[in-house]
């Protein structure tokens, strides 16, 4: 949860340079520049994380092994991003309708930034559903 808090942050407080650090950069956009990665990503993930959902995923979210926790997605999502499913983990948490989902990638000591959606929209204090 610690990588997933440190993009939340240093998306809200413009420090865009450093997700390149806690991201796994798409296939899409890794032949752009650091520039241009750093500029998509900052725009892709404004709407889709925030310290304060990040907060609620921690109180509230399914954490695991990402085949457990997302077993028909996994395969796909691994895929696309050219990473092992053992390697990953994801934290899952759905609130009115809408799922979050977060999925990093385990490399030694640190984790990236797989995949990302919805954190934000969990940030209500209302209870999950």
Same mark, same amino acid.
């Given at each position: 949860?610690?990588?997933?808090?440190?993009?939340?942050?240093? /998306?809200?407080?413009?420090?865009?340079?450093?997700?390149?650090?806690?991201?796994?950069?798409?296939?899409?956009?890794q032949s752009r520049? *650091?520039?241009?990665?750093?500029?998509? /990503?900052?725009? %892709?993930?404004?709407?889709?994380?925030? *310290?304060?959902?990040?907060?609620? /995923?921690?109180?509230?979210?399914?954490?695991?092994? /990402?085949?457990?926790?997302? *077993?028909?997605? %996994? *395969?796909?999502?691994?895929?696309?991003?050219?990473?092992?499913?053992?390697?990953?983990? %994801?934290?899952?948490?759905?609130? %009115?309708?809408? !799922?979050?989902?977060?999925?990093?990638?385990?490399?030694?000591?640190?984790?990236?930034?797989?995949?990302?959606?919805?954190? !934000?929209?969990?940030?209500?204090?209302?209870?999950?559903?």
């Amino acid at each position: 949860m610690l990588a997933v808090s440190k993009l939340a942050d240093n /998306l809200a407080n413009s420090r865009g340079a450093e997700l390149l650090d806690t991201i796994l950069i798409p296939v899409a956009i890794q032949s752009r520049t *650091p520039s241009e990665q750093e500029q998509f /990503l900052t725009k %892709a993930l404004a709407d889709e994380i925030s *310290p304060a959902g990040v907060e609620a /995923l921690k109180r509230h979210a399914e954490f695991g092994p /990402l085949k457990t926790i997302f *077993p028909n997605e %996994a *395969p796909v999502w691994c895929s696309q991003a050219g990473v092992n499913v053992d390697d990953c983990v %994801a934290f899952k948490m759905e609130r %009115a309708g809408i !799922r979050a989902e977060v999925v990093m990638l385990h490399e030694g000591q640190t984790y990236r930034l797989v995949r990302c959606t919805n954190v !934000r929209q969990m940030a209500s204090e209302k209870s999950p559903t």
